[in-house]
């Protein structure tokens, strides 16, 4: 079999190399998702198999739905748990830049060794910076590679793997789906994946208190830029009104962009400090969404990027929208960039 990865063959082995025997960290962002959490799962189980003493490290909780990947392992959160692990080699996975594993990991793990990531908006901080923006997760850059280096790819790491492809090509429909997606989730089925556990782990178990959250959203949608544009709305207090947390907000930015005609969908979230969090998910790469929220100090994908502000939403609505107008309007030939 051919390689999967051969542009990173001589780098991950470099990085194999480098990690022998030592005590590592593996790092992902805040509030973590399949891809996040399928990576580090499954390149600690791989190292940790090679005899490399590996724990995981996140800002936030690992999410009630992805709780069946990480049976067994070691992830660690609070300050009092990281602690004995400050002087640990870093890799950090699924980041575009050291901010996104939140403020308090950044500054207790400044110095990272390799960074294994598949955002666009990658600013390359890392000593060994594997990043490729043709993928569509991080999760199928470390099936590829690890398959590619021989490392050993378990039961679990494979079905963390899965998840993670899974839920960054949104179940392998996006344009980031590739043929490879579809060949490393072969592998990964014949190494012990199941479709059908994946699918009834994360999609068929969506609590009550999740419903009404996403009642509440669409009830919020407004449309903007003559219908190209579409904006659901998390005001503060509604966490609590619905029984769930941010982890529930998941995939609600989706329901604005499957609206026919829709160009653009947004979610704005209230935060507690006065901000606010919002996602944007684009229809069409050539809107460089990445490039939307890199203009709010936010990044990702040209298809899906996300950021924080400082402004409340009145202040923040009314730019976010003329940004997206300029953009929309500059139309298929020409982008703002
Ligand atoms: P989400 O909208 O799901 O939070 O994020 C969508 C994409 O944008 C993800 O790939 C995520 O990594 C990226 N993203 C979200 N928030 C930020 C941010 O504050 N800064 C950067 N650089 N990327 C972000
Ligand atoms: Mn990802």
Same mark, same amino acid.
């Given at each position: /079999? ?33 891809? +996040? ?7 600690? %189980? ?48 699924? $980041? ?14 400044? *110095? ?19 990043? &490729?923006?043709?993928?569509?997760? @991080? +999760?199928?850059?470390?099936?590829? /590679?690890?398959? !590619?280096?021989? =490392?050993?790819? &378990? @039961? ?9 492809? /899974? @839920? ?11 043929? %490879? $997606? ?6 990964? =089925? ?30 919020? /949608?407004?449309?903007? $830029?003559?219908?190209? =544009? ?17 982890? &529930? ?23 507690? !400090? ?8 684009? *229809? !069409?790469?050539?809107? %460089? ?13 040209? $298809?899906?990027?996300?950021? @924080?502000?400082?402004?409340? =939403?009145?202040?923040?609505?009314? %730019? ?8 929309? !309007? ?8």
């Amino acid at each position: /079999m051919s390689a999967f990865y051969p542009q990173y063959t001589g780098v991950f082995a470099a990085i194999l190399e480098r990690v022998k025997g030592q005590r590592v960290a593996i790092i992902g962002h805040a509030r973590p998702d399949g891809d +996040c959490i399928g990576s580090q799962v499954s390149l600690a %189980r791989g190292l940790a198999a090679r005899g490399v003493d590996v724990v995981c490290i996140n800002g936030d909780p690992v999410p009630r739905r992805l709780q069946y990947l990480v049976a067994g392992m070691t992830f660690l959160r609070t300050d009092a748990e990281i602690a004995p692990h400050l002087d640990r080699l870093v890799i950090f996975v699924d $980041c575009a830049d050291q901010a996104r594993v939140g403020e308090r990991l950044k500054l207790k793990f400044p *110095k990272v060794l390799a960074c294994v990531d598949h955002h666009l908006s990658n600013v390359g901080f890392a000593e060994f910076n594997l990043v &490729d923006p043709a993928s569509a997760a @991080t +999760c199928e850059m470390l099936a590829g /590679m690890l398959l !590619d280096a021989g =490392v050993p790819v &378990d @039961t679990a790491a494979a079905k963390a793997l899965y998840a993670g492809i /899974m @839920t960054d090509t949104g179940q392998f429909r996006f344009q980031s789906t590739s043929q %490879r $997606c579809f060949l490393l989730a072969g592998e990964l =089925v014949a190494r012990g994946a199941s479709p059908a556990e994946a699918g009834h782990e994360l999609y068929e178990r969506e609590s009550h208190g999740r419903f009404k959250l996403l009642q509440r959203f669409l009830a919020s /949608m407004r449309f903007e $830029c003559g219908g190209r =544009v579409c904006v659901g709305f998390l005001p503060l207090g509604i966490f609590d009104e619905t029984g769930t947390t941010s982890e &529930d907000t998941e995939g609600l930015v989706d329901y604005a962009r499957s609206v026919d005609g829709v160009e653009v969908g947004v979610l704005i979230e209230d935060k507690s !400090d006065g901000g606010v969090k919002a996602s944007l998910r684009g *229809k !069409d790469p050539v809107w %460089r969404l990445d490039r939307i929220a890199a203009e709010f100090n936010g990044g990702g994908h040209a $298809c899906a990027a996300g950021l @924080t502000c400082a402004e409340g =939403v009145e202040k923040f609505y009314p %730019r976010l929208i003329a940004a997206l107008g300029r953009q929309l !309007d500059a139309g298929r030939s020409g982008p703002a960039n």
